[in-house]
Protein backbone atom coordinates (compact mmCIF):
# COMPACT_ATOMS: atom_id res chain seq x y z
CA UNK A 1 0.00 0.00 0.00
CA UNK A 2 1.86 3.05 -1.35
CA UNK A 3 1.34 6.82 1.31
CA UNK A 4 -1.32 8.18 -0.92
CA UNK A 5 -3.77 5.37 0.01
CA UNK A 6 -2.69 5.03 3.29
CA UNK A 7 -3.25 8.34 4.26
CA UNK A 8 -6.93 7.94 2.37
CA UNK A 9 -7.24 4.87 4.23
CA UNK A 10 -6.45 6.43 7.36
CA UNK A 11 -8.96 9.47 6.78
CA UNK A 12 -11.65 6.68 5.90
CA UNK A 13 -10.99 5.36 9.29
CA UNK A 14 -10.81 8.75 11.19
CA UNK A 15 -14.22 9.85 9.70
CA UNK A 16 -16.07 6.41 10.09
CA UNK A 17 -14.96 6.87 14.11
CA UNK A 18 -16.11 10.43 14.12
CA UNK A 19 -19.74 9.66 12.61
CA UNK A 20 -20.13 6.50 15.03
CA UNK A 21 -19.12 8.35 18.09
CA UNK A 22 -21.72 11.01 17.08
CA UNK A 23 -24.21 8.50 16.32
CA UNK A 24 -23.32 6.96 19.90
CA UNK A 25 -23.92 10.50 21.78
CA UNK A 26 -27.43 11.09 19.75
CA UNK A 27 -28.86 7.71 20.72
CA UNK A 28 -27.35 8.31 24.13
CA UNK A 29 -28.90 11.52 24.39
CA UNK A 30 -31.82 10.39 23.61
CA UNK A 31 -32.64 7.25 25.69
CA UNK A 32 -31.70 9.39 28.66
CA UNK A 33 -34.37 11.82 27.43
CA UNK A 34 -36.97 8.69 27.15
CA UNK A 35 -35.52 6.67 30.34
CA UNK A 36 -35.61 9.97 32.74
CA UNK A 37 -38.96 9.85 32.18
CA UNK A 38 -39.52 6.10 33.55
CA UNK A 39 -40.57 5.84 36.91
CA UNK A 40 -41.79 1.58 36.66
CA UNK A 41 -40.36 -1.69 36.05
CA UNK A 42 -37.00 -3.13 37.30
CA UNK A 43 -34.61 -1.97 34.39
CA UNK A 44 -34.48 1.63 35.69
CA UNK A 45 -37.80 2.86 37.07
CA UNK A 46 -37.42 1.80 40.41
CA UNK A 47 -33.81 2.99 40.37
CA UNK A 48 -34.95 6.64 39.06
CA UNK A 49 -37.62 6.71 41.97
CA UNK A 50 -35.23 5.69 43.99
CA UNK A 51 -33.03 8.52 43.18
CA UNK A 52 -35.90 11.04 43.18
CA UNK A 53 -36.69 9.98 47.26
CA UNK A 54 -33.88 9.09 48.80
CA UNK A 55 -32.78 12.89 50.20
CA UNK A 56 -36.44 12.91 51.44
CA UNK A 57 -37.51 9.93 52.82
CA UNK A 58 -36.85 8.86 56.84
CA UNK A 59 -36.39 5.19 56.32
CA UNK A 60 -34.27 3.19 53.65
CA UNK A 61 -33.57 -0.43 52.68
CA UNK A 62 -30.95 -1.74 50.53
CA UNK A 63 -30.18 -4.98 49.42
CA UNK A 64 -31.09 -8.19 46.94
CA UNK A 65 -34.32 -9.74 46.59
CA UNK A 66 -34.87 -10.94 49.82
CA UNK A 67 -34.55 -7.11 51.17
CA UNK A 68 -37.43 -6.30 48.26
CA UNK A 69 -39.47 -9.38 49.09
CA UNK A 70 -38.84 -9.69 53.10
CA UNK A 71 -39.19 -5.64 54.25
CA UNK A 72 -42.64 -4.17 54.31
CA UNK A 73 -40.99 -0.26 54.66
CA UNK A 74 -44.65 1.09 55.09
CA UNK A 75 -44.77 -0.44 58.47
CA UNK A 76 -41.68 1.27 59.83
CA UNK A 77 -42.62 4.74 58.09
CA UNK A 78 -44.75 6.79 55.38
CA UNK A 79 -41.50 7.50 54.19
CA UNK A 80 -39.74 5.82 53.12
CA UNK A 81 -38.56 3.61 50.05
CA UNK A 82 -36.98 -0.44 49.70
CA UNK A 83 -34.45 0.01 47.03
CA UNK A 84 -34.08 -4.01 47.03
CA UNK A 85 -33.75 -5.13 43.47
CA UNK A 86 -33.04 -8.68 42.85
CA UNK A 87 -29.76 -10.15 42.11
CA UNK A 88 -27.52 -7.63 43.13
CA UNK A 89 -25.27 -7.79 46.33
CA UNK A 90 -22.64 -5.47 48.52
CA UNK A 91 -21.42 -3.48 45.31
CA UNK A 92 -24.81 -2.40 43.98
CA UNK A 93 -25.98 -1.49 47.88
CA UNK A 94 -22.10 0.68 48.43
CA UNK A 95 -22.88 2.57 45.26
CA UNK A 96 -26.19 3.35 45.83
CA UNK A 97 -25.69 4.42 49.87
CA UNK A 98 -22.87 6.86 48.73
CA UNK A 99 -25.08 8.87 46.29
CA UNK A 100 -27.19 9.85 49.95
CA UNK A 101 -26.70 13.25 51.51
CA UNK A 102 -24.95 12.76 54.07
CA UNK A 103 -26.65 15.87 56.46
CA UNK A 104 -29.94 14.36 56.48
CA UNK A 105 -31.28 12.33 59.04
CA UNK A 106 -32.50 8.86 58.23
CA UNK A 107 -32.52 5.24 59.55
CA UNK A 108 -30.81 3.60 57.12
CA UNK A 109 -31.23 -0.78 57.09
CA UNK A 110 -28.14 -2.75 54.72
CA UNK A 111 -29.49 -6.10 53.90
CA UNK A 112 -26.05 -8.65 53.60
CA UNK A 113 -26.15 -11.90 52.90
CA UNK A 114 -23.24 -14.01 53.58
CA UNK A 115 -22.84 -15.51 50.50
CA UNK A 116 -21.48 -12.21 48.89
CA UNK A 117 -18.37 -12.50 51.21
CA UNK A 118 -17.69 -16.04 51.01
CA UNK A 119 -18.30 -16.34 47.82
CA UNK A 120 -15.00 -16.68 45.74
CA UNK A 121 -16.37 -15.78 42.60
CA UNK A 122 -18.09 -12.16 43.57
CA UNK A 123 -16.43 -9.32 41.41
CA UNK A 124 -19.12 -6.85 41.98
CA UNK A 125 -20.47 -7.88 38.75
CA UNK A 126 -24.00 -6.46 40.59
CA UNK A 127 -22.82 -2.74 39.83
CA UNK A 128 -23.51 -3.29 36.22
CA UNK A 129 -27.18 -2.96 37.32
CA UNK A 130 -26.39 1.25 37.20
CA UNK A 131 -24.52 1.07 33.82
CA UNK A 132 -27.51 3.41 32.86
CA UNK A 133 -26.27 6.13 35.12
CA UNK A 134 -22.25 6.10 33.49
CA UNK A 135 -21.65 10.00 32.57
CA UNK A 136 -24.86 10.84 34.48
CA UNK A 137 -24.42 10.41 38.63
CA UNK A 138 -21.13 11.29 39.65
CA UNK A 139 -21.23 8.97 42.23
CA UNK A 140 -22.12 6.09 40.22
CA UNK A 141 -19.52 6.66 37.23
CA UNK A 142 -17.00 6.74 40.12
CA UNK A 143 -18.08 3.73 41.04
CA UNK A 144 -18.17 2.19 37.99
CA UNK A 145 -14.95 3.33 36.93
CA UNK A 146 -13.59 1.84 40.01
CA UNK A 147 -14.98 -1.28 39.45
CA UNK A 148 -13.77 -2.36 36.19
CA UNK A 149 -16.88 -4.13 34.89
CA UNK A 150 -17.31 -1.89 31.98
CA UNK A 151 -15.47 -2.47 28.78
CA UNK A 152 -13.25 -0.25 26.86
CA UNK A 153 -16.19 0.04 24.42
CA UNK A 154 -18.66 1.36 26.97
CA UNK A 155 -16.50 3.92 27.99
CA UNK A 156 -15.82 5.06 24.64
CA UNK A 157 -19.42 4.58 23.20
CA UNK A 158 -22.39 5.29 26.02
CA UNK A 159 -25.15 4.14 24.55
CA UNK A 160 -23.90 0.43 24.76
CA UNK A 161 -24.76 1.18 28.69
CA UNK A 162 -28.13 0.77 27.86
CA UNK A 163 -27.62 -2.76 25.78
CA UNK A 164 -30.47 -5.21 27.70
CA UNK A 165 -32.08 -2.83 29.07
CA UNK A 166 -33.64 -0.49 26.34
CA UNK A 167 -36.58 -2.52 25.66
CA UNK A 168 -37.59 -2.51 28.89
CA UNK A 169 -37.24 1.04 29.34
CA UNK A 170 -39.27 1.88 26.59
CA UNK A 171 -42.01 -0.32 26.96
CA UNK A 172 -42.05 0.85 30.58
CA UNK A 173 -42.36 4.81 29.22
CA UNK A 174 -45.09 4.01 26.85
CA UNK A 175 -47.09 1.47 29.42
CA UNK A 176 -45.97 1.93 32.94
CA UNK A 177 -46.59 -1.44 35.07
CA UNK A 178 -48.03 0.43 37.98
CA UNK A 179 -48.74 3.48 39.51
CA UNK A 180 -45.10 4.09 41.15
CA UNK A 181 -46.95 7.10 43.21
CA UNK A 182 -48.18 4.63 45.46
CA UNK A 183 -45.30 2.49 45.41
CA UNK A 184 -42.49 2.06 48.10
CA UNK A 185 -40.29 -0.55 46.23
CA UNK A 186 -41.82 -3.57 48.77
CA UNK A 187 -42.42 -6.15 46.36
CA UNK A 188 -44.26 -9.22 49.05
CA UNK A 189 -44.54 -12.40 47.49
CA UNK A 190 -48.05 -14.02 47.15
CA UNK A 191 -48.03 -17.69 47.39
CA UNK A 192 -51.57 -19.28 45.54
CA UNK A 193 -53.50 -21.91 46.78
CA UNK A 194 -52.20 -24.25 43.68
CA UNK A 195 -48.91 -23.50 44.39
CA UNK A 196 -49.25 -23.90 47.73
CA UNK A 197 -48.55 -27.95 47.72
CA UNK A 198 -45.50 -27.72 45.26
CA UNK A 199 -43.76 -25.26 47.92
CA UNK A 200 -44.45 -27.94 50.69
CA UNK A 201 -42.99 -30.40 48.64
CA UNK A 202 -39.92 -28.36 47.57
CA UNK A 203 -39.33 -27.13 51.26
CA UNK A 204 -39.12 -31.24 52.48
CA UNK A 205 -37.15 -32.29 50.28
CA UNK A 206 -34.96 -29.33 51.27
CA UNK A 207 -31.09 -29.88 51.91
CA UNK A 208 -29.12 -27.00 53.59
CA UNK A 209 -26.13 -25.83 51.48
CA UNK A 210 -22.69 -28.41 52.03
CA UNK A 211 -20.73 -26.50 54.50
CA UNK A 212 -17.39 -25.48 53.36
CA UNK A 213 -13.78 -26.53 55.02
CA UNK A 214 -12.97 -23.08 54.90
CA UNK A 215 -14.92 -19.59 54.83
CA UNK A 216 -12.35 -17.24 53.19
CA UNK A 217 -13.41 -13.62 53.10
CA UNK A 218 -14.24 -12.25 49.46
CA UNK A 219 -11.79 -8.77 49.09
CA UNK A 220 -14.08 -7.27 46.73
CA UNK A 221 -17.10 -7.96 48.70
CA UNK A 222 -15.05 -6.58 51.69
CA UNK A 223 -13.90 -3.40 49.84
CA UNK A 224 -17.50 -1.63 49.27
CA UNK A 225 -18.19 -2.64 53.27
CA UNK A 226 -15.40 -0.75 53.73
CA UNK A 227 -16.83 2.40 51.89
CA UNK A 228 -19.88 2.03 53.45
CA UNK A 229 -18.54 1.77 57.11
CA UNK A 230 -16.45 5.29 55.91
CA UNK A 231 -19.97 7.07 54.75
CA UNK A 232 -21.38 5.54 58.24
CA UNK A 233 -18.79 7.61 59.82
CA UNK A 234 -18.78 10.87 57.87
CA UNK A 235 -22.74 10.64 58.34
CA UNK A 236 -23.73 11.54 62.53
CA UNK A 237 -26.98 11.88 61.83
CA UNK A 238 -27.88 8.70 59.72
CA UNK A 239 -28.59 5.32 61.90
CA UNK A 240 -27.33 2.22 60.10
CA UNK A 241 -28.57 -1.06 60.83
CA UNK A 242 -27.22 -4.08 58.93
CA UNK A 243 -29.14 -7.53 58.88
CA UNK A 244 -29.48 -11.22 57.31
CA UNK A 245 -33.35 -12.10 56.69
CA UNK A 246 -34.45 -15.36 57.67
CA UNK A 247 -33.72 -18.47 55.27
CA UNK A 248 -36.03 -22.23 55.56
CA UNK A 249 -33.00 -23.37 57.04
CA UNK A 250 -29.14 -22.58 57.47
CA UNK A 251 -27.21 -25.56 59.01
CA UNK A 252 -23.80 -23.77 58.32
CA UNK A 253 -23.20 -21.12 60.54
CA UNK A 254 -19.59 -20.36 60.17
CA UNK A 255 -20.05 -18.08 58.01
CA UNK A 256 -22.45 -16.01 59.69
CA UNK A 257 -20.15 -15.79 62.65
CA UNK A 258 -17.24 -14.79 60.22
CA UNK A 259 -19.89 -11.87 59.08
CA UNK A 260 -20.66 -10.92 62.25
CA UNK A 261 -17.24 -10.79 63.43
CA UNK A 262 -16.18 -8.81 60.68
CA UNK A 263 -19.40 -6.12 61.37
CA UNK A 264 -18.11 -5.91 64.99
CA UNK A 265 -14.55 -5.25 63.93
CA UNK A 266 -16.14 -2.58 61.69
CA UNK A 267 -18.12 -1.32 64.83
CA UNK A 268 -21.32 -1.75 62.58
CA UNK A 269 -24.55 -2.65 64.22
CA UNK A 270 -25.39 -6.42 62.89
CA UNK A 271 -28.66 -8.53 63.21
CA UNK A 272 -28.59 -11.83 61.63
CA UNK A 273 -32.01 -13.55 61.58
CA UNK A 274 -30.98 -16.36 59.08
CA UNK A 275 -32.52 -19.00 61.52
CA UNK A 276 -35.19 -17.27 63.18
CA UNK A 277 -37.59 -19.53 62.09
CA UNK A 278 -35.71 -22.44 61.60
CA UNK A 279 -37.81 -24.68 63.51
CA UNK A 280 -41.00 -23.07 62.62
CA UNK A 281 -42.77 -25.24 60.67
CA UNK A 282 -45.53 -23.41 59.45
CA UNK A 283 -45.01 -23.59 55.73
CA UNK A 284 -46.92 -20.38 55.50
CA UNK A 285 -43.80 -18.28 55.96
CA UNK A 286 -42.26 -19.47 52.99
CA UNK A 287 -42.07 -18.98 48.74
CA UNK A 288 -39.26 -20.97 48.83
CA UNK A 289 -35.78 -21.80 51.47
CA UNK A 290 -34.06 -18.53 50.82
CA UNK A 291 -37.67 -16.27 50.18
CA UNK A 292 -40.38 -15.55 52.51
CA UNK A 293 -44.20 -15.14 51.31
CA UNK A 294 -45.94 -11.90 52.10
CA UNK A 295 -46.91 -13.35 55.31
CA UNK A 296 -43.83 -14.39 56.44
CA UNK A 297 -42.50 -10.89 55.61
CA UNK A 298 -45.13 -9.29 57.30
CA UNK A 299 -44.41 -11.18 60.39
CA UNK A 300 -40.84 -10.40 59.61
CA UNK A 301 -41.19 -6.88 59.26
CA UNK A 302 -43.83 -6.37 62.54
CA UNK A 303 -40.95 -8.12 64.86
CA UNK A 304 -38.32 -5.91 63.07
CA UNK A 305 -40.21 -3.08 63.76
CA UNK A 306 -40.32 -3.77 67.32
CA UNK A 307 -36.59 -4.53 67.36
CA UNK A 308 -35.84 -1.41 66.02
CA UNK A 309 -38.36 0.55 68.59
CA UNK A 310 -37.26 -0.96 71.59
CA UNK A 311 -33.00 -0.76 70.51
CA UNK A 312 -33.23 2.85 68.89
CA UNK A 313 -35.29 4.01 72.16
Known amino acids: MD ?20 VD ?17 QAVGKLNQFLSVKDTSDFL ?8 HHIDVGMFSESSYNIGVDGTGIAYSSTLINTLQKEKKQLILVHVDTKNFIDSTYNSQDIRSLKTKFKRNNS ?23 NGTAIGIIKNFFKPSYDYKSYNG ?8 SQESIRDIVLSKFISKTCLN ?10 HLKSIKSFVEDSPNKTFIFITSPSYNDACTEDNEKLAA ?7 TYWDFTNLYKNNKNNSFWKDPTHMSQKGAEAFSKLLQEKFKSTLN
Open 61 to 68: VFGNSRAN
Open 3 to 22: SKTLKKFIKIIILTLAISYS
Open 140 to 162: ITEALNKSGQLSALQHFYYSMNY
Open 25 to 41: KLIFFSLNKISDKVMTG
Open 186 to 193: YDPLEVSD
Open 214 to 223: NYNLNQVALK
Open 262 to 268: IMKDFNL
